[in-house]
């Protein structure tokens, strides 16, 4: 789904969230899967720098009286490896250094980044297909989110 998704469904899902209920403040969490990451650092440079502006332009926009948590990629769990399967750790690491790094320089005091891909074990949580997890992924995912962002 990647970046066309976050744009024509999640950005105005979330407006749609915060105009039914102006007087709430809200934590606004972005949360990208493996499937948004290419293998090449070109595609990887390009979704950053697509992201960072879509994100700049909500937190001084509509969301800017929300927190905007954008949290790494997660890592592969160990049937995700080897094979055809086209993305690495390291594209992984790649895109969520070059993305931590841009929302920093930002200097926006609404818009932060997290890492849960640091200590998330998933292996034996990832599907059969390598892109989605189990229901004991998905919760080590949310929990990481819960623990290390909010």
């Given at each position: 789904?990647?970046?066309?998704?976050?744009?024509?469904?999640?950005?105005?899902?979330?407006?749609?969230?915060?105009?039914?209920?102006?007087?709430?403040?809200?934590?606004?969490?972005?949360?990208?899967?493996?499937?948004?990451?290419?293998?090449?650092?070109?595609?990887?440079?390009?979704?950053?720098?697509?992201?960072?502006?879509?994100?700049?332009?909500?937190?001084?926009?509509?969301?800017?009286?929300?927190?905007?948590?954008?949290?790494?990629?997660?890592?592969?769990?160990?049937?995700?490896?080897?094979?055809?399967?086209?993305?690495?750790q390291a594209n992984i690491d790649y895109f969520n250094s070059q993305m931590k790094s841009?929302?920093?320089?930002?200097?926006?005091?609404?818009?932060?980044?997290?890492?849960?891909?640091?200590?998330?074990?998933?292996?034996?949580?990832?599907?059969?297909?390598?892109?989605?997890?189990?229901?004991?992924?998905?919760?080590?995912?949310?929990?990481?989110?819960?623990?290390?962002c909010l």
């Amino acid at each position: 789904m990647g970046y066309n998704w976050f744009k024509s469904t999640g950005i105005p899902n979330v407006n749609s969230l915060l105009n039914k209920n102006s007087g709430t403040r809200y934590n606004i969490v972005i949360l990208l899967g493996v499937n948004d990451i290419s293998n090449t650092t070109y595609w990887a440079d390009a979704a950053v720098k697509e992201y960072i502006n879509a994100i700049k332009t909500q937190a001084s926009g509509s969301w800017k009286n929300h927190n905007i948590i954008f949290t790494s990629v997660t890592p592969l769990g160990a049937s995700s490896t080897g094979g055809d399967w086209p993305i690495s750790q390291a594209n992984i690491d790649y895109f969520n250094s070059q993305m931590k790094s841009k929302i920093k320089s930002l200097g926006l005091s609404n818009v932060s980044y997290c890492d849960i891909n640091s200590g998330l074990n998933l292996n034996g949580k990832i599907a059969g297909d390598h892109i989605h997890y189990t229901s004991d992924g998905y919760t080590a995912v949310y929990e990481q989110v819960v623990n290390k962002c909010l």
